[in-house]
Structure formats: C-alpha cells, structure tokens
Nanobody, 120 residues
Framework: QVQLVESGGGLVQAGESLRLSCAAS????????MGWSRQAPGKKRELVAF???????RYADSVKGRCTISRDNAKNTVYLQMNSLKAEDTAVYYC??????????????WGQGTQVTVYS
C-alpha cells in the first residue's frame, strides 16, 4: 500500500503562486507515475498533470504554461508549482500515484486532498 499526504494549499490572491507537495510513504518502490487532479464544487474531478518515472509529463490545457509538475524520487515527493493563479483554479487538489503507466494515467492511490482558494 501507498499513502499520499498533500500539503501547501491555501488562500491566495489571483496572480499569485502556490506550490503543492505530496509525500508518498509505504510501498513507494511500486510507484511509476504520480499526478495531481482537482475538483471544484459541482464539477467532476479533472486531471491537472502527471509525471512518470520515465520522465513523461502531461498537463491539462487549462494549466499548461502556468503549472509545473516535478518529482524528487529520493524524497518520494511530487510537487505542483502553480503560477498566475486564477479564480477558476479554486478546487480541492488531490495527489495520486499509479503502479503502472501504459500511455494512460490510471491512479491506484489517492491522497485526501488540499484546498486551494484563489480570490480576485
């Protein structure tokens, strides 16, 4: 089993930046890809970005150019740097991890989520 704990959420003004962190513990050797998703009130959960052990990175169009996902394998931690935040980025952000990656990111594990609120 893998446990994921997110941190770094908060209340920020539009245009500012935040960095989310997600620390993995447990059977971290089994993790291939890690990612971030978000869910705004009344909306479906949306995949924001993911990164694989092989270095493949993908972003949702809604955050491309504003967000950067990175991974520190020594710390079993994945980060999401979010810049130029907009009110529509307001959501609960969830960290996830997948044991395998075959051109489709399908997480096996999820964190509890961290709230990001952007006000204008």
């Amino acid at each position: 089993q893998v446990q994921l704990v997110e941190s770094g959420g908060g209340l920020v003004q539009a245009g500012e930046s935040l960095r989310l962190s997600c620390a993995a513990s447990g059977s971290t050797f089994s993790i291939n890809a890690m990612g971030w998703s978000r869910q705004a009130p009344g909306k479906k959960r949306e995949l924001v970005a993911f990164i694989t052990s092989g270095g493949t990175v993908r972003y949702a169009d809604s955050v491309k150019g504003r967000c950067t996902i990175s991974r520190d394998n020594a710390k079993n931690t994945v980060y999401l740097q979010m810049n130029s935040l907009k009110a529509e980025d307001t959501a609960v952000y969830y960290c996830s991890a997948a044991r395998t990656y075959d051109n489709n990111y399908d997480p096996d594990y999820w964190g509890q989520g961290t709230q990001v609120t952007v006000y204008s």
